[in-house]
């Protein structure tokens, strides 16, 4: 069992910048797959960023790609989401997932195993 849990979600002007950080349980972080996701109101949830296990391979929404950053610190159990030039179609919840069986980074909600509460991310234009 892993407990994910997301924080610093706000609210930002466009064109500002946010950092939301996932903290997983346990000893074995280094052995997800972690994403992000979002969740904007009125849509469906939507693949935003994956890292793989070492953090030496990363994959990105289009919608976000040049904008965003995922990176993971394994000593730390953390993996984070840094958002620059934020628009305000980046309003959502915005949930971190673990995927532990395979190694590849998938895009699909069903391919995760875990998932936090969510943060909330406002972005006014």
């Known amino acids: 069992q892993v407990q994910l849990v997301e924080s610093g979600g706000g609210l930002v002007q466009a064109g500002e910048s946010l950092r939301l950080s996932c903290a997983a349980s346990?000893?074995?972080?280094?052995?997800?797959?972690m994403g992000w996701f979002r969740q904007g109101p009125g849509k469906e949830r939507e693949f935003v960023a994956g890292?793989?296990?070492?953090?030496?391979?990363?994959r990105y929404a289009d919608s976000v790609k040049g904008r965003f950053t995922i990176s993971r610190d394994n000593a730390k159990n953390t993996v984070y989401l840094q958002m620059n030039s934020l628009k305000p179609e980046d309003t959502a919840v915005y949930y971190c997932a673990s995927r532990s069986i395979f190694p590849s980074i998938s895009t699909t909600l069903s391919s995760y195993d875990y998932w936090g509460q969510g943060t909330q991310v406002t972005v006014s234009s």
């Open positions: 346990g000893r074995t972080f280094n052995n997800y797959v």
């Open positions: 890292i793989n296990r070492s953090g030496g391979s990363t």
